[in-house]
């Protein structure tokens, strides 16, 4: 079985800050690319930026300069560091692991921009 537990987000103010961490356990060897997600409340889910094991990078072009993703392949994890936040990046956001064969989605952290 195989869990992600996401942390790092709530309630910020236009133009600060979050960062995002999602840890992979359980039955999960090799992981190929990490991605984060987001959907907003009547909007369908869309891609943030993604990953590969390797450190190749690709960004939505709503997030770019803004949003960093980072990986750290010895504890499982993918981050999202988020600056600039903006009250449109309101939404829940999903990491999703890419293992072989097989993806996997977490459970999402709610993140609010508002003053």
């Known amino acids: 079985q195989v869990q992600l537990v996401e942390s790092g987000g709530g309630l910020v103010q236009p133009g600060g800050s979050l960062r995002l961490s999602c840890a992979a356990s359980g039955s999960i060897f090799n992981i190929y690319a990490m991605a984060w997600y987001r959907q907003a409340p009547g909007n369908q889910r869309e891609l943030v930026a993604d990953i590969t094991n390797s450190g190749s990078t690709n960004y939505a072009d709503f997030v770019k300069g803004r949003f960093t993703i980072s990986r750290d392949n010895a504890k499982k994890t993918v981050y999202l560091q988020m600056n600039s936040l903006k009250p449109e990046d309101t939404a829940v956001y999903y990491c999703?692991?890419?293992?072989?064969?097989?993806?996997?989605w977490g459970q999402g952290t709610q993140v609010t921009v508002s003053s």
């Open positions: 999703k692991v890419f293992a072989p064969g097989d993806h996997y």
